[in-house]
């Protein structure tokens, strides 16, 4: 599929800030998968589509995490989660795209899972660290991004679990075990 072809599919289904947002995640994506060797056409191609679902109601994506017998705890943890998975289950279904690289860089671009791929890595920073986020921690984590892709996931990880106990969130189990990974493989 080509680029303009995906991103007309994609802004159907988006607020505009949230389809500036893509496109900061796709061209972030493309870089990284440039410099650290991953597919360039299968990060952009995620990065179009890994926020596909993220307006749809919330109703539906519950919905469709019972019926695709998705992991029942996705529905425990917070809305936030849902839009991820269901978002690779729905470009599947109604956009055709059926390359699993692709589909599982969409379904874990926010928990993060253990043995995340390049692909999965790339999507995962390229979201954290599109030019239009601003947040505590977020320009050290793209210094990071310069120099080794796993030190800047770390960091992003570390600091989105310290955000979310820091506010009294749960924490997803797969984003737990992705860091705990993350640092094992690094030691």
Same mark, same amino acid.
Request: charged share 25%; hydrophobic share 45%; glycine share 4%.
């Given at each position: 599929?080509?680029?303009? @072809? ?5 802004? /159907?289904?988006?607020? @505009?800030?949230?389809?500036?947002? %893509? $496109?900061?995640?796709?061209? %972030? !994506?493309?870089?990284? !998968? ?9 990060? @952009? &191609? !995620?990065?179009?589509?890994?926020? =596909? ?7 539906? *994506? ?5 019926? @695709? ?14 839009? !991820?998975? $269901? ?20 379904? =874990? ?6 043995? *995340? %791929? &390049? ?8 979201? =954290? ?8 921690? $977020? ?26 106990? /820091? +506010?009294?969130?749960?924490? =997803? ?6 860091? +705990?990974? &993350? ?5």
């Amino acid at each position: 599929m080509k680029r303009e @072809e995906a991103l007309e599919i994609v802004k /159907k289904q988006l607020t @505009e800030r949230r389809y500036v947002h %893509t $496109v900061g995640v796709t061209e %972030t !994506a493309i870089d990284l !998968a440039k410099q650290y060797g991953a597919d360039v056409k299968k990060a @952009e &191609l !995620a990065a179009i589509f890994h926020d =596909y679902a993220k307006f749809r109601p919330i109703e539906e *994506m519950k919905d469709i995490v019972i019926s @695709e017998k998705m992991p029942a705890d996705l529905l425990e943890y917070g809305e936030e989660l849902l839009h !991820a998975p $269901v978002g690779a289950y729905l470009v599947r279904k109604e956009v055709g795209i059926i390359d699993p690289e692709v589909l599982a860089a969409i379904a =874990y671009h926010t928990s993060g899972r253990v043995n *995340m %791929t &390049l692909l999965d890595k790339v999507v995962f920073l390229a979201d =954290y660290i599109e030019p239009g986020r601003s947040f505590p921690g $977020v320009e050290e984590v793209r210094q990071l991004a310069k120099e080794n892709l796993d030190s800047a996931l770390i960091l992003a990880v570390s600091n989105t679990l310290a955000f979310l106990i /820091k +506010n009294n969130q749960a924490v =997803y189990p797969d984003t737990f075990h992705f860091y +705990n990974d &993350l640092i094992l493989q690094h030691k």
